[in-house]
């Protein structure tokens, strides 16, 4: 259910609305919208009527249909914009959102070289995982905390955001001290305890698809997370598996105008793991732009033949720029730019 204020309803008037839904068991969750703020409830089963609609500032009380509601355009009618503390990156916005780095951090000096060219290429966000799912359990599992404590020095010595994966509850402790946005990866989009910790966390939280998860499996595994209190999410289409074999994955593109239609969460796009193979990351990271994405994530290594997973995706750092400079160009013809990271360009013109 969805109680929607009036546009002058007093902060007091929505407290007393919250208050009151929290002493009947359930949980409030405000949402400041640009006209007005709306109240969605969660917790109850069906309708609660305690007379709502009777209190002041109430303008009225909605049932919402859907299965997924705090996700829903319904219930926020606006964007949501994630921001990131001290830094003026935002994902969400009219900006491309750029995150960039090698699948796995495989040791510091590979980190730092990667790190330096995305950074020189206008990458915001540097990812790489120090926790890797891996189909075999005799592939290469990442550094651990060691690959964490890596990513903070590349924070510090690029000004880029950390993107990094959390695959379970001990490392999400982990991951939520170190990194600016933690990863939850398609093989757990519906791990519901782990998605409940991270709606818990204090963190934004990028949510990548699964890989046969249909568009509403995507939206609920997502709800899960708003639902514990984490408004912060960034949904990520990574390719979802089909018959065809040319590819690793297919990325399906059209998720995205669909998934903007219904949710007011920034989506943003993964060639990558989306095709699996180097040649047709250019290609289909041009494409997600042209079709809406906010932003894109991209694996790139200076060493891909010898990297530890995932070497056959991974961009040379000059594809890398150049998939930038065709990238920056689709973004003009739509309005949307990719905005520098100052402290890092600082950095690196010493
Ligand atoms: C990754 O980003 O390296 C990764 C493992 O992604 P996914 O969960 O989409 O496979
Ligand atoms: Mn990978």
Known sequence: MLIVMKVQATEDQVRAVCQKIESLGFRA??????QRTAIGITGNQ???DAGFDEMPGVQEVIRVSKPYKLVSRDVKPDNTVVRFPGSSVT????????IAGPCAIENRDQAFRIAERVARGGAQFF???AYKPRTSPYSFQGLGEEGLQIMAEVRERFGLLIVTEAVDYESLDLVEKYAD???????NMQNFSLLKRAGRARKPILLKRGI?????EFLMAAEYVLSEGNYN?????R????????????????VIPAVQRLSHLPIIADPSHGTGKREKVTPLARAAVAVGADGLIVEVHHDPDRALSDGMQSLYPDQFDALMGQVRQIGDVLGRNIAAVTPAAAVISK
Do not use: K, Y
Request: aromatic residues 2%; hydrophobic residues 40%; contains cysteine.
């Open 233 to 237: 999410v960034v949904l990520c289409e």
């Open 212 to 216: 046969s998860a249909t568009l509403e």
């Open 181 to 187: 946005m933690i990863q939850l990866g398609a093989r």
């Open 29 to 34: 969750h405000s949402i400041p919208g640009a």
């Open 239 to 254: 390719g979802v598996r089909t018959f065809i074999d040319h590819t690793r994955n297919t990325l399906d593109l059209s």
């Open 91 to 98: 994902i969400g916005e009219a900006g491309l959102a750029v």
């Open 127 to 129: 990812r790489g995982g």
């Open 46 to 48: 069906g309708e609660v």
